[in-house]
């Protein structure tokens, strides 16, 4: 399984920015995918994850602020992520799971800078 991250970059406090995660190779298994998110001198911390049945899960940092989506033709997930703070700043990771074997798979990172 390979997953394609991109959509990052530098956005002002209160702006808005749309993250994409394709995946591709045997992904058959795959149920979960998500976001996790690392800052700098900070552990890689989950942001958002959706099933493959739309059920998501939220970090409290980002609830009512992030929306997770999942476009199954596509394989795609999009964190749709608004009002968006400096402490949002981080390298936000795509993650997906294969449901059977538990193989976890990371995308390659994504630069988001909050910052005026």
């Known amino acids: 399984v390979q997953l394609q991250a991109s959509g990052g970059g530098l956005v002002q406090p209160g702006g808005s920015l749309r993250l994409s995660c394709v995946a591709s190779g045997n992904i058959f298994d795959i149920r979960t995918m998500g976001w996790y998110r690392q800052a700098p001198e900070k552990e890689r911390e989950l942001v958002a994850r959706?099933?493959?049945?739309?059920?998501?899960n939220y970090a409290d940092s980002v609830k009512g602020r992030f929306t997770i989506s999942r476009d199954n033709a596509k394989s795609t997930v999009y964190p749709q992520m608004a009002s968006l703070k400096p402490e949002d700043t981080a390298v936000y990771y795509c993650r997906a799971v294969n449901y059977r074997t538990g193989a976890v798979y990371w995308g390659q990172g994504t630069l988001v800078t909050v910052s005026s």
């Open positions: 959706i099933t493959t049945g739309d059920s998501t």
